[in-house]
């Protein structure tokens, strides 16, 4: 293994159905029904899930999201703002993590 | 943006695409279809004369699989137009389905529509809207209507960034008027006058799923632009012509391919057209589709050849004809003039 991160591991990824195959087949069917179209469209799904790939930072959900997103037919501007939503999300993460830090400050602090 | 052929670029000509698919690596067509026991394809019987009135366009959109476009001059003749109608008089053909090019601009495309639905046979146009919009085609809307024939219009997003992208700028804008006349002209309403859109990716991957893409396009269109229509159909781009040019400049040619022989769906192949489609260049010659067309690969040897030869020999049965580019059709959800074939989200590359 030459890196973490291989391209072509995307394409193995139901090598994890190996060993435990009714784990595999529970969560495929649930991922399945997941993304059915449903109350929000394929597109719809597809990009939050292309910002939380983004969010958890995954290359290989960046990798198949990019493809599912253009595939239902969201355009690169509607992709772009799904990034900027788990960026603003994860820098509000981060900055209402400080109410906890100014808490522990102002109780110690003079 | 001028042709390939006007351009001269070598992707114009027919043989140099079929040897830039056979490069990607590809296996033929017809060897797959023998593997799962689908050889040889056969047309029985024919729903849909497909005709092709010519090339000439008012667009140059970059996928163009016919390389379309306001410099091609190649239309059908009065003579070839009559030999459309006395075929259809012969036989019943239930449906006749015009396309280009911009069929519209083509002086025989009213001839070829009042004739056949005289002879009461349903009667598609392949409209890509904007032609509604231009110098004397302001009664298009009007004359459709009037003939109750079936409007099928490219609009390949309902976003105009991804229209302009693919169809020419300015052309989302002027497809949104060209929809609103024939929203005005009684299309789409649920009055009888049929009026489908069709989707093509913007780019080099398959289509989405049809029913969901469908809904986007309905809340989308309705909301931002009071447009109602009947049905979305998804089409995959096929990887010849212009398309085929846009891959090979972009290289991704072979990762194309290759996702359409991956996705090669054996449930797609009993819904292909060419199993129920005669189609009909502007010369008149015959193909087993209009992308078989593009290529110049005829029907069959021993099956008619032309009008004039099916209007003498009568055989409408024949073997279709299949090259790598036919793995277009098959593809995940299947791709048709009618839309996708088979049941939808058969393949997406997806963790799964």
């Known amino acids: 293994m030459d890196t973490y991160y291989c391209p072509h591991d995307l394409a193995r990824f139901a090598d994890m159905g190996k060993n435990r195959p009714e784990l595999w087949a529970k969560y495929m069917d649930y991922y399945g029904a997941v993304f059915a179209d449903g109350a929000l469209t394929e597109r719809e799904k597809a990009l939050i899930a292309l910002a939380v790939a983004h969010g958890v930072q995954c290359p290989y959900c960046i990798d198949a999201y990019s493809h599912a997103c253009l595939e239902k037919g969201a355009d690169l501007d509607q992709m772009t703002e799904a990034v900027h939503v788990a960026n603003a999300i994860r820098g509000g993460s981060s900055l209402v993590h400080g109410v906890q830090m100014r808490t522990i400050a102002e109780k110690l602090g003079m | ?352």
Not at chain 2, 29 to 58: M, S, T, W
Not at chain 2, 122 to 150: P, S, Y
């Open chain 2, 1 to 352: 943006m001028p042709s390939l052929l006007a351009a001269r670029h070598p992707l114009s000509r027919p043989e140099e695409q079929l040897v830039a698919l056979a490069r990607t690596g590809a296996p033929e067509f017809e060897a797959v279809l023998r593997e799962r026991l689908l050889a040889p394809l056969h047309a029985d019987h024919i729903d849909v004369l497909q005709v092709n009135v010519g090339k000439l366009c008012n667009q140059t959109c970059a996928h163009c699989h016919v390389d379309a476009g306001p410099d091609r001059r190649e239309i059908m003749s009065r003579e070839t137009a009559e030999k459309v109608v006395e075929l259809l008089r012969r036989h019943p053909i239930p449906t006749l389905d015009v396309t280009g090019g911009a069929p519209e601009l083509n002086p025989q495309f009213r001839f070829l529509v009042g004739e056949a639905r005289a002879l009461g046979r349903r009667v598609i146009d392949r409209c890509n809207l904007t032609v509604l919009g231009i110098a004397g085609q302001a009664d298009l809307a009007g004359f459709l209507a009037a003939h109750h024939v079936e409007v099928i219009a490219s609009l390949p997003s309902f976003r105009r960034a991804g229209t302009d992208a693919q169809r020419g700028d300015g052309v989302f804008e002027r497809s949104v008027a060209g929809l609103r006349a024939l929203n005005a002209a009684g299309y789409g309403c649920g009055t009888g006058l049929v009026l489908n859109l069709i989707h093509n990716p913007v780019g080099a991957f398959l289509p989405g799923g049809q029913a969901s893409l469908e809904r986007d396009y309905r809340r989308e269109l309705g909301a931002r632009h009071g447009i109602v229509f009947d049905r979305l159909l998804t089409i995959a781009n096929m990887p010849i012509s212009r398309f085929l040019e846009f891959l090979e400049r972009t290289g991704n040619t072979r990762a194309y391919v290759d996702l359409l022989v991956r996705s090669f769906n054996p449930a797609a192949v009993p819904g292909v057209m060419c199993r129920t489609h005669l189609s009909v260049g502007w010369d008149g010659s015959l193909y087993d589709c209009d992308f078989n067309q593009m290529l110049e690969l005829p029907v069959a040897q021993g099956a008619p050849a032309t009008l004039d030869a099916l209007l003498h020999d009568g055989r409408l049965a024949r073997h279709v004809r299949t090259d790598r580019h036919c793995f277009g059709c098959t593809a995940g959800a299947g791709s048709s003039c009618g839309g996708a074939t088979a049941g939808s989200g058969v393949l997406t590359p997806s963790p799964q």
